[in-house]
């Protein structure tokens, strides 16, 4: 579903470069990926918008930390709001009735009632030792009032029978008295869903929901549906005052972008998904998670923290001073910042946590980290009066220099050479960074 969405926003890291500053007009670029990339995925479109709008909101003006490119900037902050988008952490599961309160399901045929019905028991439990019955009023597919009851005795929770010849709404109430004197403390009642929304079902469920005042009136939805979840969320939003959704089949192919829209058509909270046709694939909803893998990448927002932490700040300082006061940009600086990229757990640490990235070949990356130590190596082979002065190293030092560091004297001319141009580079941008810099080596 959302293949592309990591795939373009992997070209948004590689294409938004070289600005100290997230703006309309360079940012512009990157949410049009964004826009089209969620479109595509049958996210709605008012959804689409009300998203874009807010990232955008968030962006501009924003300063781009030294270590991260604009393009991972704005990935941070996608990621963030669509955290936001669906919502904080749920609210557990109620209790908050006289007992025996009631659990109502709601959603289409096949979007997993019944076997989310038998999950809920383990989550109830979890929350404490509670007596739990369950009940099935689909009255129109016999093998589902069956289906329950199997699942009832998997989830070890008592089953009250039904049988498709009486009412929903006499099964309903005849369930709710036993459960009033056998004392149970949860009633989960199971719906009868059709292929797609009807009237007659929504006046059935409604009438359920009247009788039984349910604390829990929970909307089932298959994450795999696609566009066609709004629909029947709004369906179904509008005709009950839901308290929460649980989304199922994550452990499919979907990506959750199901999550996006009915969370924001609904604005009830995702308090569960399903992952997976047993009873014990349920897991309460976390929406960083899933805004991770929505995108379809590593996690940028650790990246960025790391970044944040990795960066020795007095360092920092004193080399943007340096910067300011006109006074170079030196090789023990240059070493410093090498350092602390490797505190960050080095390229492949980094590369690891940015979408996109997946496709660089791991060839590519070794030579990378071993050209960074070998600069190292070379920086550490000279004098401290070379370091901050390196034109005073010509041939006799450059031949020591590479002697001390085991390479060849072109590796020590080719390090001097890049640091030169880097030099200039850290000259034209008033903020510095190892992004940066790398960048400036390639060229
Ligand atoms: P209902 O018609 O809404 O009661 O849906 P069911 O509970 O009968 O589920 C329909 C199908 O989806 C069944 O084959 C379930 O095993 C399957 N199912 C339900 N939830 C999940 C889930 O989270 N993951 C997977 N893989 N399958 C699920």
Redesign the pocket.
């Given at each position: 579903m959302f293949d592309n969405l990591s795939q373009r926003l992997g070209a948004v890291v590689k294409n938004l470069r070289g600005q100290g500053r997230l703006t309309e007009s360079n940012i512009q670029d990157a949410l049009r990926e964004v826009r089209v990339a969620l479109l595509e995925a049958d996210v709605a479109l008012p959804v689409v918008r009300d998203f874009i709008a807010r990232v955008k909101e968030r962006a501009l003006g924003q300063d781009v930390l030294s270590s991260l490119t604009p393009g991972q900037m704005l990935i941070g902050i996608v990621q963030k709001e669509l955290a936001a988008l669906m919502g904080e952490q749920a609210a557990p599961l109620s209790f908050a009735a006289q007992p025996p309160v009631v659990y109502l399901m709601a959603?289409?045929?096949?979007?997993?009632?019944?076997?989310?019905?038998g999950k809920l028991v383990r989550m109830i439990r979890a929350q404490g030792k509670k007596k739990v019955l369950l009940v099935s009023c689909?009255v129109y597919r016999p093998a589902?009032i069956e289906?329950l009851k199997t699942v009832a005795a998997q989830a070890e929770a008592d089953f009250f029978p039904s049988s498709p010849d009486q009412k929903p709404l006499d099964i309903a109430l005849a369930a709710l008295d036993y459960a009033r004197r056998h004392f149970f403390d949860v009633l989960i009642v199971?719906t009868a869903?059709r292929l797609h929304v009807d009237e007659a079902m929504m006046q059935e469920i409604r009438e359920l929901h009247a009788a039984l005042k349910p604390v829990e009136t929970l909307f089932?939805v298959?994450a795999m549906q696609g566009q066609d979840a709004v629909n029947t969320a709004k369906a179904f939003g509008d005709a009950l005052p839901l308290t929460g959704i649980i989304l199922?089949?994550?452990?499919?192919d979907a990506r959750g972008g199901a999550a996006l829209s009915v969370r924001q058509i609904t604005g009830k909270p995702i308090k569960f998904?399903?992952?997976?046709?047993k009873l014990s694939?349920?897991e309460v909803f976390h929406p960083e998670r899933m805004a991770s893998r929505i995108l379809g990448m590593g996690d940028v927002l650790s990246l960025i923290e790391e970044a944040q932490k990795g960066v020795d700040q007095a360092e920092a300082i004193k080399v943007a001073k340096k910067l300011k006061t006109g006074k170079g940009f030196d090789l023990d600086d240059f070493k410093s910042q090498i350092q602390q990229m490797q505190k960050m757990g080095g390229l492949g640490g980094l590369i690891d946590k940015l979408p996109g990235m997946g496709q660089l070949k791991a060839g590519d990356l070794a030579q990378g980290e071993k050209q960074m130590r070998r600069i190292e190596g070379i920086i550490n082979s000279m004098t401290p009066k070379e370091r901050q002065q390196p034109e005073i190293i010509k041939a006799s030092r450059k031949r020591r220099i590479a002697a001390g560091a085991g390479v060849q004297v072109q590796d020590v001319n080719r390090l001097l050479t890049q640091f030169e141009q880097m030099q200039k580079m850290m000259k034209t941008f008033s903020k510095g960074g190892m992004a940066k810099m790398m960048r400036g080596m390639k060229g």
């Open positions: 959603g289409l045929q096949g979007a997993g009632k019944t076997t989310s019905s689909d589902a289906q199971d869903g089932v298959d199922t089949k994550l452990d499919g998904v399903g992952v997976g046709e694939g349920i």
